[in-house]
């Protein structure tokens, strides 16, 4: 990747306002293969939470399933040699989580119900569902290793934010959408404690990745054991708080 962060938000309008995002990707594209999976692995420890939002309700999958994916990107992060079957066998288990099955619909179920007529149930869809093409488009770029793949990575991992951020502004103040431009808006966003911890987060593990020679199996796992989030918490922030925040 030889463009300049300019140029890349130039060409990706959704990464318009979000610099610094741009920036820590223009730097990781110049690490080996292997690093990037394992620096977006990391990300992925981060965003796996959220599922528990939806975890439990009536066609959703058990986390256990993401936390598998997770184990693969791991793998591959290792060393595991990336063949077409080993990426289809990682889609199918993305699949099998997030196609709700039509076994278990059910008008009379009161937790499947709740997904389909009451507000904050659908916003954690919509989150979930933004988690969803996020790990989507690593699998992507594990396997076809474009420009366009990597970008839409930290596209997708805004986007989970973002998602967030569009409906608990909102119930903040209710003329968000009428009172600010889109710039300041994007402004507003980036500077929120989420997204400054975010950049952090990531700034540290370039940094980390960048002095690392080799992924040894003992450097790989201390990197993931700094990945992971606290019990209760995720890229969002404390879960318990989003409930609260999403709630009208």
């Known amino acids: 990747m030889n463009l300049t ?4 938000i130039d060409q ?3 990464l318009k306002g979000f610099f610094p995002f741009v920036e820590i990707a223009i730097d ?11 620096f977006f692995a990391s990300c992925y420890e981060r965003a796996l939470p959220i599922y528990m939002l939806v975890n439990g309700r009536v066609g959703w999958g058990d986390i256990s399933i993401l936390r598998s994916v997770g ?3 791991w793998k591959i992060a290792g060393g595991m040699q990336i063949q077409e079957e080993t990426i289809k066998n990682i889609i199918c288990k993305v699949a099998e989580i997030f196609i709700e099955d039509d076994e278990s619909d059910n008008e009379d179920d009161e937790s499947d119900n709740y997904y389909a007529e009451s507000r904050d149930g659908v916003i954690y869809v919509l989150i979930i569902e933004e988690f969803s093409r996020f790990i989507i488009q690593i699998l992507n770029y594990i396997e076809r290793d474009t420009p366009e793949n990597y970008l839409q990575i930290f596209i997708n991992l805004l986007y989970i934010m973002r998602e967030y951020f569009s409906t608990h502004f909102p ?3 209710p003329e968000w959408e009428f009172k600010k431009s889109g710039r300041k808006q994007r402004m507003i966003e980036l500077n929120t404690a989420e997204m400054q911890a975010e950049i952090c987060k990531e700034l540290e593990d370039l940094d980390f990745l960048e002095k690392t020679p080799k992924l040894t199996p003992e450097i790989l796992a201390t990197f ?5 989030c606290a019990p209760g918490m ?10 609260s925040n999403l709630e009208w």
């Open 171 to 173: 119930n903040i103040d």
């Open 28 to 38: 990781l594209k110049q690490l080996p293969f292997d690093f990037q999976i394992a």
């Open 234 to 243: 995720s890229i969002l922030g404390s879960l318990d708080e989003v409930r």
């Open 5 to 8: 962060a300019q140029q890349i």
């Open 224 to 228: 993931r054991a700094n990945a992971a």
């Open 71 to 73: 184990d693969d990107l």
């Open 12 to 14: 990706e309008g959704h």
